[in-house]
């Protein structure tokens, strides 16, 4: 196949470029179908470049300049490298550098292109000069050169009169040797040379009128009315190779492009003389005094920069910035020419749960209400605000109802004190300040601990409810002993009243004494910790007992929190209503803290299942 592809071509050659191009495509499809080798394409294209003229080359090399991706895919780039690179080598040999310099110099960027940086073959590693390149001019004195530069040309300045002699065009032009080797710089007798010459050169360039100014001044002067357009598209012209006719140096002094071309050489050779370059020797060094000769002039050459026209002074920036940009390549180069890589992404290390639900994607909130309008219920963005305002359509009604009435009465809650749990201190506060005339007392007594408080108020509490059930018991025939106990009462409860308040405060606890805010003190934790180990637990007879009595389980195990999905759960894993009720009470006990007989009975008696509340209080 790879011989048939190149017999093949020999008929096409003679077919337009596009013809050419569709070939080449083809045998490319062939080779990512393992048809023919991946070297193919490139060796088609090397025999069509051998085969065709400059000018139809030129037309055909702008296929390979837009396929460089193609060349760069896994399968063509390690077998076609070296075969791309012989084409274009062969290529740059046929071209003259002087007279195809946009041919030649799309060839080079195709090749930088296509090559990584770290391609060897494509980097100067050792910081080597061409020093092949030579520029000649006349360096004798002879009838020749004095006919030429008529002995002596003078031109006028803006300083005085400059004269362009042969010692001039000598100095001017032997500048370039230095430029072509910066490494003779380090030998002092060709320093002293270098630091004449150029002096020389600079002084000419200021104090030398440039053409450019005068023809832009008039120019201006003339076609103010003319658009910037116009003016920017005016032609430039690049000369590729310098011309030393002598006869030419007046001209290339008034030419600003020439000006721009030896000024950025100066500070191209000054930029490797003082940077440090891995490859020197230790005696190429410059000292302090010819660095400093070097900053100054350096600080001319950007003057003289700056003002030649057109945009001098944007341009001296732009070669400032190339400048220091090349400073990173030669640190580069001096690291070794490392490749290029990627950084690599940090460690991932496994989220955590609360990471990993804050990534779950949320269902957007229009489709979470539409959902629920279609159920005709309400969405309030919380899941215990949706179900309450579920509950009943009519929100005030369901207020009202008798269930939510859960408040007992003063003496059946102040009746089991024996067994408080943490709540329970918070809720007889709330239970005296509804239902007892004697909660609110003026006094100018501070209220001592909490504890104390309520262990009186308890106290107070029982002894009322007993001599109101000994007073409903008394007959008529025993109704002055009535009286005597109930003229007795208000003497009694006044030394009540009077000793809870000399008992709240006592003698060497002045300092613990305070006011009590509406539910906190400073004495709440050692309270709470007494509480919790009074509270009764639910035994097993008594679980037994009250799940056999409950004749709504789902009702209570509603309010005690659980979902319906858990009363399912219930439902399932149970055979019968009473073993579903003491699954659900087991697991009450089990996982909340305040799970106790208090409560409970609290519970039921809301829920106004009173069966069970009986089956529950004897136990």
């Given at each position: ?11 096409l050659l003679v077919?337009d ?9 083809f045998?490319?499809?062939s ?10 394409p ?22 390979v ?23 274009c080598?062969?290529?740059?040999r ?9 041919f ?7 090749l930088?292109?296509?090559?990584p940086?770290?391609?060897?073959s494509?980097l ?10 030579v ?6 004195i002879?009838s ?6 008529d002995?002596?040309?003078v031109?006028d300045?803006?300083?005085?009169k400059?004269s362009?002699?042969?010692?001039l065009?000598?100095k ?7 430029f072509?080797s910066?490494?003779t710089?380090y030998?002092?007798l060709?320093?002293?040379?270098f630091v004449?010459h150029?002096g020389?050169?600079l ?10 100014v005068e023809?832009?001044k008039?120019k201006?002067?003339?076609l103010?009315t ?6 920017e598209?005016k032609e430039?012209?690049?000369?590729a190779k310098?011309l030393?006719?002598q ?6 002094l ?19 003389l003082?940077?440090t370059?891995?490859f ?6 410059l000292?302090s ?5 070097v900053?100054?002039t350096?600080s ?6 700056g003002?030649?026209?057109p945009?001098?002074k944007?341009?001296?920036e732009?070669?400032k910035?190339i400048?220091?940009?090349e400073?990173?390549w ?6 070794g020419c ?5 950084p690599?992404?940090?460690?991932q290390t496994e ?7 804050a990534?779950?994607?949320r269902?957007p909130?229009?489709?979470i209400v539409?959902?629920y309008?279609?159920q005709?219920?309400v969405f ?12 009943c ?10 269930e939510?009435d859960?408040?007992p ?5 102040m ?9 329970w201190g918070?809720r007889?506060l709330?239970l005296l300040a509804r239902r007892?005339p ?8 501070p ?5 104390d408080y ?5 106290k ?12 409903n018991?008394?007959?008529?025939d025993?109704?002055n002993?009535?009286?005597?106990s109930?003229k ?10 009077d ?6 405060i006592?003698?060497?606890d ?10 906190t ?9 007494a ?6 637990m639910l035994?097993p007879a008594?679980?037994?007992?009250v ?5 709504d389980w789902?009702?209570?195990a509603?309010?005690l929190?659980y979902?319906?999905d858990e009363?399912q ?5 149970n055979a019968?209503?009473?073993?579903r009720?003491?699954?659900m009470?087991?697991?009450w006990?089990d996982?909340?803290?305040d ?9 039921l ?5 009173m069966?069970a509340?009986e ?5």
């Amino acid at each position: 196949m790879d011989q048939a592809f190149r017999d093949k071509l020999l008929d096409l050659l003679v077919e337009d470029p596009d013809t050419l191009e569709n070939y080449v495509c083809f045998c490319i499809e062939s080779c990512r179908r393992h048809m023919v080798t991946p070297t193919m394409p490139v060796v088609l294209l090397g025999d069509i470049f051998d085969a065709l003229t400059l000018n139809k080359c030129e037309k055909m090399f702008t296929y390979v300049e837009n396929g460089v991706n193609i060349w760069k895919e896994e399968l063509f780039f390690g077998a076609c490298k070296n075969n791309l690179l012989r084409m274009c080598n062969d290529l740059l040999r046929r071209l003259s550098r002087s007279q195809n310099t946009v041919f030649c110099g799309r060839i080079l960027l195709f090749l930088a292109k296509f090559f990584p940086f770290s391609e060897r073959s494509g980097l100067n590693i050792v910081s080597e000069f061409n020093l092949e390149n030579v520029t000649e001019f006349g360096g004798d004195i002879s009838s020749t050169l004095r006919d030429s530069l008529d002995e002596e040309m003078v031109v006028d300045s803006d300083k005085g009169k400059l004269s362009i002699d042969y010692n001039l065009y000598c100095k001017f032009w032997s500048l370039q040797d230095f430029f072509r080797s910066p490494n003779t710089c380090y030998n002092k007798l060709q320093w002293k040379t270098f630091v004449a010459h150029s002096g020389s050169v600079l002084s000419a360039f200021s104090s030398y009128k440039l053409e450019a100014v005068e023809l832009q001044k008039s120019k201006l002067n003339r076609l103010k009315t003319v658009s910037a357009e116009l003016t920017e598209s005016k032609e430039q012209h690049y000369f590729a190779k310098f011309l030393t006719n002598q006869k030419l140096l007046e001209l290339q002094l008034s030419d600003s492009n020439f000006r721009r071309c030896v000024l950025i050489q100066f500070l191209i050779l000054f930029q490797y003389l003082t940077s440090t370059v891995k490859f020197k020797m230790e005696s190429q060094e410059l000292k302090s005094d010819q660095m400093e000769w070097v900053k100054d002039t350096t600080s001319m050459i950007y003057k003289l920069l700056g003002e030649t026209p057109p945009d001098g002074k944007r341009f001296a920036e732009c070669v400032k910035h190339i400048l220091k940009r090349e400073e990173h390549w030669n640190s580069w180069k001096n690291d070794g020419c490392p490749e290029f890589q990627k950084p690599k992404p940090p460690p991932q290390t496994e989220p955590s749960e609360d990471v990993r639900k804050a990534k779950k994607r949320r269902r957007p909130v229009g489709d979470i209400v539409k959902e629920y309008e279609a159920q005709e219920k309400v969405f309030m963005g919380n899941n215990e605000l949706t179900k309450l305002w579920n509950l009943c359509p009519d929100n005030l009604a369901a207020c009202r109802t008798k269930e939510r009435d859960f408040m007992p009465s003063l003496e059946s809650y102040m009746a089991g004190a024996q067994q408080r749990s943490g709540g329970w201190g918070w809720r007889a506060l709330r239970l005296l300040a509804r239902r007892s005339p004697h909660f609110f007392v003026h006094t100018n007594n501070p209220i001592g601990r909490l504890p104390d408080y309520l262990d009186d108020m308890v106290k107070r509490v029982t002894r009322e409810v007993a001599v109101k059930a000994e007073a409903n018991n008394t007959n008529g025939d025993s109704a002055n002993s009535n009286d005597k106990s109930i003229k007795q009462e208000p003497a009694e409860e006044e030394i009540t009243e009077d000793q809870m308040e000399a008992d709240l405060i006592k003698e060497g606890d002045t300092n613990d004494i305070e006011q009590v805010p509406d539910s906190t003190h400073v004495g709440d934790d050692d309270y709470d910790k007494a509480a919790r180990s009074r509270v009764t637990m639910l035994s097993p007879a008594q679980l037994d007992a009250v799940a056999a009595k409950l004749s709504d389980w789902k009702k209570l195990a509603t309010k005690l929190g659980y979902k319906p999905d858990e009363i399912q759960h219930f439902e399932t894993e149970n055979a019968t209503d009473h073993l579903r009720a003491k699954n659900m009470l087991q697991l009450w006990c089990d996982d909340d803290e305040d799970a106790s007989v208090e409560n409970l009975l609290y519970i039921l008696e809301g829920l106004q299942m009173m069966e069970a509340c009986e089956a529950l209080k004897p136990m």
